[in-house]
């Protein structure tokens, strides 16, 4: 063999019998061979296991995979690029012209983006709701086929609750699929409900450090399998690096999640306790009007504290530009706090009923709480607090 053709087989290095990598290795391959014609296609045929091409399965993005499914109480999982692709994928594969979508005002930006516009252009009609019109979602049930129910809990920003009780047993019993975006509660919360399909960021809480962008839908198996015979083709893989990522940043999933809840309900009790302070939407508190359903249907209350200032929209500026720790810029789960005002997060295509129902206001400000000191934290709002004004 020459050298020219030796670069582009290397030697291999298979582990002896009884000697395995504590972390499994990335598989940084796109392709996958077997040893005869005969054996690829039976694999082709789905007559024996294994990988062949990237776009459609990967030993690292699979371990990742089976990880997700086990945490969120589901059979299977699929992994993507960013979370809206898990999204995008989702909704598409799961919808036809003639369909009709049940989601709320309160859904994720781009979400609503995705069903409004996107999938309205392929003929797939909605009805866009509040997600405390819990009355609504059954009359829409009971009045029309409804192909599936969309929403969130909490809900982004104002932390509204999903009676997910209510929803799905209503959603069942009219043969409509529920799809829950599960990203604010993380993947060890909801699963004992009767949700036929989670989707997540996994760009947030799963990789916490901000590095690395990716989604997850997860299942029972067979609905899985529908949906990987067309995500194959709408290809928005997660890159095996990325999942190798995302898998060293789950090590650390439930420590963050919790340490991070802790640091939240100490700021929204500062909070609550502020004279400048109008209103704060934590689910932890007592003081938030959906608190006993928060309280049964979750363990921890998640890291986005969001509040209303007394002085508006003048305030939020204020408020937002002094703060010294907390980085003005979008997303959330990550050890860095962040900081969005309403000016950067509305949902500008909402009528002013609909903007009404969304509970920003011009002087709302979402806080997502990170990893650092408490008492730095609460330090820098206090500060804050004071140079917002009454
Ligand atoms: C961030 C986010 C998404 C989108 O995830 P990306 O990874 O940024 O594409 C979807 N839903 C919720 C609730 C989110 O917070």
Do not use: W
């Not at 209510?166 to 699929?177: C, Q």
């Not at 997860?218 to 890159?239: K, N, Q, V, Y």
């Not at 909402?350 to 609460?378: F, K, N």
Request: proline share 5%.
């Amino acid at each position: 063999m020459k050298k020219p053709t030796r670069v582009n087989h290397p030697p291999e290095v298979a582990l002896p019998p009884g000697n395995r990598a504590l972390v499994a290795p990335i598989y940084q391959s796109v392709k996958f061979e077997f040893e005869t014609v005969e054996e690829t296609e039976q694999y082709l045929r789905g007559e024996r296991p294994g990988f062949f091409y990237t776009r459609s399965s990967n030993p690292t993005t699979r371990q990742l995979e089976q990880l997700l499914a086990e945490l969120q109480g589901r059979e299977d999982c699929l992994v993507t690029a960013t979370g809206v692709g898990a999204i995008a994928q989702t909704l598409l594969a799961l919808t036809r012209a003639g369909d009709h979508i049940l989601c709320f005002v309160e859904t994720y930006n781009p979400t609503r983006y995705l069903i409004r516009r996107v999938l309205g252009r392929f003929g797939v009609t909605h009805t866009m709701l509040s997600i405390e019109d819990t009355t609504g979602i059954e009359r829409v049930l009971a009045a029309q086929a409804v192909r599936l129910v969309y929403f969130e809990s909490p809900t982004n920003p104002v932390t509204k609750i999903a009676d997910l009780a209510a929803i799905t047993r209503a959603a069942r019993a009219a043969h409509a699929l529920t799809v829950m975006d599960n990203t604010f509660a993380g993947f060890h919360q909801h699963g004992e409900f009767d949700v036929d399909v989670f989707v997540h960021s996994l760009t947030k809480y799963a990789s916490g450090a901000g590095d690395v962008m990716g989604g997850a839908v997860i299942a029972r198996a067979e609905l899985i399998r529908t949906l990987h015979a067309d995500f194959r083709s709408l290809g928005g893989t997660l890159d095996p690096h990325a999942a190798f990522l995302i898998l060293r940043g789950l090590k650390t999933y439930f420590v963050r999640y919790q340490a991070q809840c802790e640091r939240a309900v100490s700021i929204a009790q500062l909070l609550a306790a502020h004279a400048a302070v109008a209103r704060v939407h934590y689910p932890g508190l007592p003081t938030h009007p959906q608190y006993a359903l928060a309280a049964r249907q979750m363990r921890d209350f998640g890291t986005i504290v969001t509040f209303d200032l007394r002085g508006g929209e003048a305030a939020a500026r204020r408020f937002a530009d002094a703060l010294e720790l907390f980085a003005l810029t979008p997303s959330l789960g990550s050890g860095e706090s962040l900081i969005l005002t309403a000016q950067i997060m509305s949902g500008r295509e909402l009528d002013a009923e609909q903007q009404r129902i969304s509970g920003v206001t011009p002087g709302t400000v979402r806080l997502s709480i990170g990893l650092e000191d408490v008492g730095d934290l609460t330090e820098d709002v206090t500060r804050a607090l004071a140079a917002a004004g009454p």
